[in-house]
Structures are given as C-alpha cells and as structure tokens.
C-alpha cells in the first residue's frame, strides 16, 4: 500500500515538472540569435549563435536548448552545429559558415500536449500535460470543457555568406512555416519586407505576427509592428530603424481527425537584421 501510495506521488510530481516546463516553453518565446547575420569573408567564418527563451526581446531569461538544432545548407542538407553548451540561462553553439548562398539555421520544437479543463463549482480553468490519450486516466471527476491542444513552435534564423541563394528552402508542409520573399540580406531599414506563411503545406491568411526591434529595455515604447496574413498567406511591413528583430507568428486552428488532441496551436520565431539604408 506503501509503495503504491508513493509512486502515485511520483507520477503526480513528474506530472507537475512537465507542467511547469512545457508551461515555460509556451509562456517565454524560444529564439536564436547570431552574432552576424551577413558573412563576406573569403574562406567564410565561425558564428556563435545564443539559444533562450523570453518575452524581452533578446533578453536572456530561461534555458532553452540547441541539441536539435540544425543549419540547413544551401544546397538543402543538414548540418549538425559545432561546440554546443549548455547554461542555466541560455544555450550556445558555433558553426564554421564556407559555403556561398543562404543558409537557414533553426530549432524545431518536438510536439507537446496539454489538455485543459474546467472543475470545480467556480469553473476554475484548469491544464494538465496531458493528450487525449492520456488524460483518460488523469482528469479529476466532473471535469467539463475538455480539450487537448498540440503545441509546436520553430525558432528561426538565416545566414547569407557572399551572394544570397535564388531558390527559397522547400516546406515541409507541417505546422506553421515562414517562407521569406524578401530575401533576408536584402532586408533594409525603412524598406517594405514581404514573407509568406503557410499552414499544414498551405498558404494561411489570418495568421497573427509581431514584430519587435531589439532594445525594449531602453525605451518606453515596444514599438511593436502588428500584421495579419492576407488570402495568399503574405504578410508586408517596412522595419523603419535599423537593427535587429525578431517576429512572433502563431495560428491555432481545430485538426480533425487526430487521436491524440483537438487543436493545433502552431509557432514561428524568426530572427533578423534590418540594414542601414
């Protein structure tokens, strides 16, 4: 009895743990920032890129890690990164960039479940790490307003050495994806910028993105830049100042025919510098 009573509490500790990590992951945006986003160097040359999670922008907050992360070539092979460590508060990683043309650096998220529910006779919003699988055995009695959400997020960033390639990377065709139009080394401050978003493999209209200039701890004003895909999944806004910024896209939408959740709610967090004009 002993021992049954104890690992219930283990399971409801590990439960807690996930909560309280994959509650992390979604609440602080997951970015990669390089020290350079532009290489002319002959030879090519060695970038460190630091990995974190936070609301400010380029604030390091909470870890995140780069294990996964991968550079696409331009040729659209993968590359493993160089020299990968791992802190308290962020992650870092090398790599040694030779190849001409665009490169896309990024860390793909894993999908992760979390059900939330209502209980109590206060309707008390509820959430637990949970699929519909698994949640069967989980949720308390008299649980209402059940559903399970799929969260996936990608962290994003393009590297350009000498002259940027023609051909844009291949979509996958799952969760949410950015395909820049405007290519990244071309992006120049006060300059209209025009990338497309797609859903699933399909170019989404309705998708929210944000837009913030690195510096929100030095001033009183986001200066936030608020866009909303159209028909054709395009969204186009002109980054007025030079520097770095970083965009936050998300789409939710229901999946049917899913065992495992109800919806989907999917992220892009993409990296870039804005040029001086």
């Known amino acids: 009895m002993i021992n049954k009573k104890f690992n219930a509490v283990v399971v409801m500790a590990s439960m807690l743990v996930g909560l309280t990590l994959s509650s992390v992951a979604s609440a602080h945006p997951r970015w990669v920032l390089p020290s350079h986003f532009t290489i002319s160097k002959e030879g090519g040359d060695w970038l460190t890129f630091d990995v974190t999670a936070s609301h400010g922008t380029f604030v390091i907050d909470k870890p995140a890690g780069s294990e996964t992360a991968q550079v696409v070539m331009p040729d659209g092979r993968n590359e493993r990164p160089d020299f990968v460590l791992r802190g308290k508060r962020r992650s870092v990683f090398d790599f040694h960039f030779t190849e001409e043309g665009t490169h896309r650096v990024q860390i793909n998220g894993t999908p992760s479940y ?143 025919n899913n065992p495992l959740a109800e919806k989907m709610n999917a992220s892009v967090h993409l990296t870039f510098e804005a040029i001086l004009p």
């Not at 990244?184 to 797609?198: M, N």
């Not at 510096?215 to 028909?231: C, H, P």
């Open 114 to 256: 979390v059900t939330s529910y209502k209980a109590g006779k206060r309707d008390t919003q509820k959430r637990l790490r949970a699929s519909k699988v698994e949640r069967a055995g989980l949720l308390p009695e008299g649980a209402r307003d059940v559903s399970s959400t799929l969260n996936y997020t990608r962290a994003e960033t393009y590297i350009t050495v000498g002259k940027p390639s023609e051909k844009p990377f291949p979509l996958e065709g799952k969760f949410l994806e950015l395909q820049p139009i405007t290519k990244p080394a071309d992006i120049v401050a006060t300059e209209s910028v025009r990338f497309q978003l797609f859903f699933n493999g399909k170019a989404q209209a309705g998708v929210k993105a944000e837009i913030t200039r690195d510096g929100t701890l030095y001033r009183n004003q986001q200066d936030q830049i608020d866009v909303v895909s159209d028909e054709q999944g395009f969204i186009e806004f002109t980054p007025e100042i030079a520097g770095r910024y970083i965009l936050k896209a998300s789409h939710t939408a229901p999946i049917m």
